[in-house]
Every structure is written in C-alpha cells, then in structure tokens.
C-alpha cells in the first residue's frame, strides 16, 4: 500500500500566509495573531491539545479528528520547532511543546546545523540536513507503513509541493489578512495544475481547500 505524504490541518491566512514576521520565542507565528487563524481548530471536541471538555462538533471538529489517523512520522521545518536560527546555542531548548508534544510519533526537523536526537513522552526528534526525496524516504521507513505528515511551516510544504511530493493536503483558510512573512501559495490556483480541489465552507468562518493528485 501506497503510503502518503499529507498536509493535514494547515492553517493560512486569506493572501496565503502561514505566519507573520519577527518569529521569537514568545511568538511562534511572529505578528500574526494565532488566535485568528486557528480559533476553529481549538474550538472542535477533537482539538489534540484540548485539557477541558465540551467543544463543537461538525465539518471543523471532522478534519480536526483526522489529523492523527493513520500518520506514522511527521516532517517539519526548523521554524516550527523553535526559533533559534544558525548554529544551535542553546540545546536545552526542545520545541514548542513541552515534555508531551503532540505527535506521537518519530518527527524529522529540516535544518542546516543538525543536533543529536532526544525523546520527550512518545515524540522523538531526529534533525535533518538533506533534500526533501531523502527525508521523506527517512521518514516513511520510520513510519512502519503508515502516512507522513508535512507539518510545515509554509516555506517546508512549498518546498517539497515544489519537488512533487506531496499527495494531500488539507488548508484552512481564515478571513485575515497578514500582508507579510512566511508565504504558502498566493492563491490556491497554483496548485490545479497537479491536484483537484474542493473548497468546502465551514461555519466558523474558515474554507477548506482539500487538495488530491490528479
């Protein structure tokens, strides 16, 4: 069985902007206000992180809930990591997450100054300088039969969307705009050429664009 390298829950603004600039430890999306872009994800009862109960239910909560299925390895880029850049200074840092990241799963960071790997709970980090056909090769092995998941940022799904190497993808587009900074598509027309595309309004405001090879 064909194992898939998905985009899943991928949040942009409304000119395609996966984040904002002046990304720094107290803002991983830079001046781009989370709030605005992904209040439809945290609200769904299938929200990975969410610690309280309730929640709303329906075509958000739906594709919040596929997130996890069937991913075996996940792929991101260094900026979703964390926001040193260059060498590592500091090596204590281990992501955004805590000592329980979500993915629960082997995770390979794209980056140039590659570390040793660690383990937090069930997530282990390994970091990777290589083209983006190698890495997902890594990837699927270390994945034992399931999908990869591309978890971005934006510039790491352009850059392997680039490279044909991506078979879907889910983008939730949010009604903001955010001018600058780490960019997706601008508009989602460039991708027809090579995926279908349908685009399903939901009630909390975003659009999903749900992207499949041709």
Known sequence: ????????????????????????LER??????PGALFSWAGATASWPMRTDPGGSRGLDDYLTRDYARNIGAEIMGRGKFGPQRGPWEDLDWRGWWGDEPPFRTPVFVMTHHTRPSFTLSDTTFHFVDDEPAAVLERARE???GKDVRLGGGATTIRE???????????VAVSPV?????????KSPDELLDRYHLDIVPS?????????WRK
């Open 160 to 170: 392997f969307l680039d490279a044909d190497l991506v078979d879907t993808l889910h």
């Open 1 to 24: 069985m064909t194992q898939l390298l998905r985009v899943q829950n991928f949040n942009v603004s409304s000119d395609g902007f996966g984040a904002g600039e002046n990304q720094c």
């Open 203 to 211: 009630a909390s405001g975003v659009t999903h664009h749900l992207f």
């Open 177 to 185: 705009e955010l001018g600058s900074g780490s960019r997706l598509w």
């Open 142 to 144: 270390a994945a034992q």
């Open 28 to 33: 991983p999306f830079g001046d781009a206000d």
